[in-house]
Nanobody
Framework: QVQLVESGGGLVQPGGSLRLSCTTS????????MGWYRQAPGKRRELVAS???????KYSDSVRGRFVISRDNALNTVYLQMNSLKPEDTAVYYC?????????WGQGTQVTVSS
């Protein structure tokens, strides 16, 4: 059974930073486009950032310039560094591993931005 293990969520004040991590097996990580999505209460799940490779990275307009996605191939881990956080960034953040024949999701980690 494939697992995506997320960590790093929590409560932070506006303007603060958090780093999310998502680890999976080497077999899945090497073959997957890794991404971060989020879902706020009452809203649809949306793409935050994705990385098919180090040269193929996408960001949503709402986080571009504030968030950075990166991959550590040695640790089979994808990170989401979130800076200058805003209250509207509050959501459950999900890690995704997408391949040609599969689509795996993590359990989600809560990020709350509030003073």
């Amino acid at each position: 059974q494939v697992q995506l293990v997320e960590s790093g969520g929590g409560l932070v004040q506006p303007g603060g930073s958090l780093r999310l991590s998502c680890t999976t097996s080497a077999r899945v990580f090497r073959r997957s486009a890794m991404g971060w999505y989020r879902q706020a209460p009452g809203k649809r799940r949306e793409l935050v950032a994705s990385s098919a490779s180090e040269d193929s990275i996408k960001y949503s307009d709402s986080v571009r310039g504030r968030f950075v996605i990166s991959r550590d191939n040695a640790l089979n881990t994808v990170y989401l560094q979130m800076n200058s956080l805003k209250p509207e960034d509050t959501a459950v953040y999900y890690c995704r591993a997408e391949g040609m024949t599969y689509d795996y999701w993590g359990q989600g980690t809560q990020v709350t931005v509030s003073s």
